[in-house]
């Protein structure tokens, strides 16, 4: 099993911003599962998408598989689903394995069906990007990777019995930029049966809108008294020079 978590840059940068001075306007998320099955060599797939930019919608995603085994007549056949959801405060991302049938001879049920692996991240108005995750079955977990693109990933070992735990990360933000936060390449693995994995993920893209500082505010209001009393007194100059 591996999870990669990445957050993207993408678009051109237009302006530098200074410290804390940003805001962060959604711009769409969006959501993918995925289900394979491999029987004597033959791999079928399938792989489903959503996207949505309203907040409080959900994005959702299904992929089901059925294949039956050419030499045993076994049927293999399970559903991957995801979901996201941004509630204009923070995202999250919720993927499933469910509705699993072993093939015949193989484990009666599996326990894992219908657990959910979540994912929550919030950015605050500091440029920090904070990334939870809790994992609701008891999986035999390895590792994931988290980075940004082009940056070199941090591992992070996480065993059966690691308690829910969050990564923050740092970065200075571009204005006229989007950030994409994804939450990527999520498998479940099943063994001994057949069908190999399940999984997907969730995209969180964002507008990112410079805000001037307060001192910089109080550089344009008094910029604009400037502006105002210079008039003023123009006009009155113009006023006494037609009299």
């Given at each position: 099993m591996?999870?990669?978590?990445?957050?993207?840059?993408?678009?051109?940068?237009?302006?530098?911003?200074?410290?804390?001075?940003?805001?962060?306007?959604?711009?769409?998320?969006?959501?993918?599962?995925?289900?394979?099955?491999?029987?004597?060599?033959?791999?079928?797939?399938?792989s489903a998408s959503d996207q949505v930019s309203a907040i409080g919608d959900q994005a959702n995603a299904y992929a089901t598989i059925y294949q039956i085994d050419p030499d045993t007549g076994a049927l293999v056949s399970g559903n991957a689903r995801s979901q996201a959801v941004y509630n204009g405060d923070s995202g999250t991302a919720s993927l499933y394995a469910e509705g699993l049938i072993a093939p015949s001879g193989g484990p009666a049920g599996l326990a894992f069906s219908g657990s959910a692996w979540n994912f929550t991240f919030k950015a605050d108005e500091a440029g920090l990007f904070t990334l939870n995750y809790d994992f609701g079955g008891a999986f035999n977990f390895t590792s994931f990777d988290i980075g940004w693109a082009g940056d070199t990933s941090e591992s992070f070992a996480i065993g059966v019995n690691s308690p829910p735990s969050g990564v923050a990360f740092s970065r200075s933000l571009?204005?006229?930029?989007?950030?994409?936060?994804?939450?990527?390449?999520?498998?479940?693995?099943?063994?001994?049966?057949?069908?190999?994995?399940?999984?997907?993920?969730?995209?969180?893209?964002?507008?990112?809108?410079?805000?001037p500082e307060p001192a910089s505010w109080a550089l344009m209001i008094t910029g604009f008294f400037g502006m105002g009393s210079a008039l003023r007194r123009s006009r009155r100059q113009a006023v006494l020079a037609a009299i």
């Open positions: 591996h999870v990669l978590i990445k957050l993207l840059a993408v678009g051109a940068a237009t302006a530098m911003l200074s410290g804390p001075a940003w805001s962060a306007t959604l711009v769409n998320f969006s959501t993918s599962a995925t289900a394979i099955a491999n029987l004597n060599g033959v791999t079928s797939q399938n571009t204005a006229g930029q989007q950030y994409a936060l994804e939450v990527r390449n999520v498998s479940f693995l099943f063994s001994p049966a057949d069908f190999n994995s399940a999984g997907g993920g969730a995209n969180f893209r964002y507008a990112i809108t410079a805000i």
